[in-house]
């Protein structure tokens, strides 16, 4: 079964500075790995995605993330945080199915991002 | 405008009252799914559904009940909430049955704040 770590509850970054956000993840072979943010009241939104081929993938709002099989990691990362990216991030992780798709996707707990001005 | 529409947005409710909280997509999307958001647990999947009349179990289905009887509803049933069933759902869907090329961005609704006293 898959599942999903993000090892921090809570960071606090000042806007202009740069971003990791951290995700490990626990499956036999390459999986399908995502990024998704929660506003306050809101729903999740994805933020980008990773299914094969280039290990560094590119997502809205300057977002980037780089999968690492050796580390088992999908590490979020922004170069200059904004005080609109204050929100929770979510980490997810589907196991691809023998006809290339992934009915299941399991979230970490997330990591909730404040920025201070 | 496309759009997860999930009612009520909030609920007070009493243990052992059967209650329905109604997911309505307007994009003809196949896979339709539940999760329960808890503070350091993330977001957990209840049920998910494939397509019309096709149902199977997420990591934490007991003591839910969902229906796919149209391709656009997918209804969360809790025939006799308990107080740990006190939670933020969330219904998302996405075009496709398994995530794929085009087809893995997941929809959510804005969510449904459910109080079991």
């Known amino acids: 079964a898959q599942s999903v770590t993000q090892p921090d509850i809570h960071i606090t970054v000042s806007e202009g500075a740069s971003l990791e956000l951290r995700c490990n993840y626990s499956?036999?072979?390459?999986?399908?790995l995502f990024w998704y943010v929660q506003s306050p009241g809101q729903g999740l939104q994805l933020l980008l995605k990773?299914?094969?081929?280039?290990?560094l993938v590119q997502g809205i709002k300057g977002f980037e993330a780089e999968f690492k099989r050796s580390q088992s990691s999908f590490n979020l990362r922004k170069p200059s945080v904004h005080w609109s990216d204050a929100a929770e991030y979510f980490c997810?992780?589907?196991?691809?199915?023998?006809?290339?798709?992934?009915?299941?996707?399991?979230f970490g707990t997330g990591t909730r991002l404040q920025v201070t001005l | 405008e496309a759009q997860v529409t999930q009612n009520p947005r909030y609920l007070i409710t009493v243990t052992g009252k059967k209650l329905t909280v109604t997911c309505s997509q307007n994009?003809?999307?196949?896979?339709m799914s539940w999760y329960r958001q808890d503070p350091g647990l993330g977001l957990r999947q209840i049920y998910y559904?494939?397509?019309?009349?096709?149902?199977d179990k997420g990591d934490v289905p007991e003591g839910y009940k969902v229906s796919r009887k149209e391709k656009r509803n997918f209804p969360l049933i809790l025939e006799s909430p308990s107080p740990n069933q006190t939670s933020l759902y969330f219904c998302?869907?996405?075009?496709?049955?398994?995530?794929?090329?085009?087809?893995?961005?997941?929809?959510f609704g804005s969510g449904t704040q459910l109080s079991v006293l």
């Open positions: 998302a869907s996405r075009p496709g049955q398994g995530f794929a090329g085009s087809n893995e961005k997941l929809f």
């Open positions: 499956y036999g072979a390459t999986p399908y």
């Open positions: 990773y299914f094969s081929g280039d290990t």
């Open positions: 997810a992780v589907g196991a691809p199915n023998g006809a290339g798709t992934a009915s299941k996707l399991t």
């Open positions: 994009m003809n999307h196949e896979y």
């Open positions: 559904s494939m397509n019309v009349e096709v149902t």
